[in-house]
């Protein structure tokens, strides 16, 4: 979300972090938001219970307020009801950290390395109803050393999250993003002449 704000706060990014809303008043992104000049609300799921479609409608209210047209998660740890999701195809970004389809769901270090991966990294897509699943807009990867723990790869990831985050939400508010079947499509992308290979041995 930091990284989102401060993208958004150079005078050509062509979107505008216009609200954060949290589900929780102690989130710590309230703080840096407010830090950012950027508006906050707290909209406390708890009272909803198992009501998420309540909980929705009383984001949704929040959104159409406040005249949103993108929503970026970032930390959300709560499940949109498929009506939520499928209303705002296509406008809802969520951002994990593994190179999905690898890895979705709760721990994804510990998951990358148990299942001794070379290469890991972090993924922007679209939201779908499924889990962390969703057409992918862009990726970034690091490597994964012998020692790394699960702390220190989330580090690294996390400098890739900064990097692919802003840059997928301002590659889609100028419209060079479309959705083709379950497959996202960027127009003008080419193929990288950079490559990553792991482990580097000399």
Aim: hydrophobic share 45%; net charge negative.
């Amino acid at each position: 979300m930091a990284a989102l704000i401060k993208a958004a706060a150079a005078p050509d990014f062509p979107a505008e972090i216009s609200l954060v809303i949290s589900n929780k008043s102690d989130a710590l992104g309230l703080e840096k938001a407010r830090a950012g000049d950027v508006p906050t609300l707290v909209i406390e799921s708890k009272p909803f219970g198992k009501d998420r479609a309540g909980f929705e409608a009383a984001l949704q209210a929040a959104l159409d307020q406040h005249g949103i047209e993108l929503i970026c998660l970032g930390g959300f740890m709560r499940l949109f009801t498929a009506e939520f999701t499928q209303a705002w195809y296509g406008r809802m970004l969520n951002i994990h950290p593994s190179l999905l389809p690898s890895f979705p769901g709760l721990d994804p270090h510990g998951q990358a390395l148990r299942a001794g991966v070379k290469l890991s990294g972090a993924t922007v897509h679209f939201v779908i109803p499924a889990t962390d699943a969703g057409p992918i807009v862009m990726q970034g990867a690091v490597p994964v050393s012998d020692n790394d723990t699960p702390d220190t790869l989330s580090e690294r990831i996390l400098e890739v999250e900064h990097r692919i985050y802003p840059e997928a939400l301002r590659l889609l508010a100028i419209g060079k993003v479309r959705i083709d079947g379950d497959v996202c499509k960027t127009a003008g992308s080419g193929g990288s002449e950079n490559f990553l290979i792991s482990p580097v041995v000399s």
